[in-house]
T-cell receptor, first 114, second 111 residues
């Protein structure tokens, strides 16, 4: 089966610009998660979708971040306007059942804001 | 809240050396514990897990034992290979709560 796909793999944007990251989960996986790793720090949870609904968005840092999952398939994470501290690697993961047995992660999108 | 502390890297070892990466955690209740690995250019992969005290997770020659008395889940491998070079993340989950990760430890194995 195809894995979790994220694109772009890298993005370099200027402060104040907008960037949209995309995640295609494994087909049939209702649960989709976004995580972020800021340079040298922990990978931190951002939010969790069940189908198209936001189940938990407690990790979203501020209202410059907007996540959507229209139709319960792929998800986008938009940062508008981007700030320097948003730089990092954004990971997406999916699972068939909400569980702690280990999700399937994508390769991540490395975002650099200059 | 839940947290994970793992040893800072980078760690550089010669091939066939013994590896230990320390991981300790703070959590309420009885979390599940994980080690994830990220090889260069790839996503995070689950390496092994343990869901209750004294469980030993193992995979690809790596092992970690869930020690509740010391709140630890140290990763070990008896003989590392160049192909083990990667970043290793310790993580926990308290059931239906999101995964909480450590900062990651970069391992470089040289021939």
């Amino acid at each position: 089966e195809a894995g979790v796909t994220q694109f772009p793999s890298h993005s370099v944007i200027e402060k104040g610009q907008t960037v949209t990251l995309r995640c295609d989960p494994i087909s049939g996986h209702d649960n989709l998660y976004w995580y972020r790793r800021v340079m040298g720090k922990e990978i931190k949870f951002l939010l969790h979708f069940v189908k198209e609904s936001k189940q938990d968005e407690s990790g979203m840092p501020n209202n410059r971040f907007l996540a959507e999952r229209t139709g319960g398939t792929y998800s986008t994470l938009k940062v508008q306007p981007a700030e320097l501290e948003d730089s990092g690697v954004y990971f997406c993961a999916s699972s068939q059942v909400h569980q702690h047995y280990g999700y399937t992660f994508g390769s991540g999108t490395r975002l650099t804001v200059v | 809240g839940n947290s994970v502390t793992q040893m800072e890297g980078p760690v550089t070892l010669s091939e066939e050396a013994f590896l230990t990466i320390n991981c300790t955690y703070t959590a309420t209740g009885y979390p599940s514990l994980f080690w994830y690995v990220q090889y260069p250019g790839e996503g995070l992969q689950l390496l092994l897990k343990a869901t209750k005290a004294d469980d030993k997770g193992s995979n690809k020659g790596f092992e970690a034992t869930y020690r509740k008395e010391t709140t630890s889940f140290h990763l070990e491998k008896g003989s590392v290979q160049v192909s083990d070079s990667a970043v290793y993340f310790c993580a926990l989950s308290g059931g239906n709560t999101p995964l909480v990760f450590g900062k990651g430890t970069r391992l470089s194995v040289i021939a």
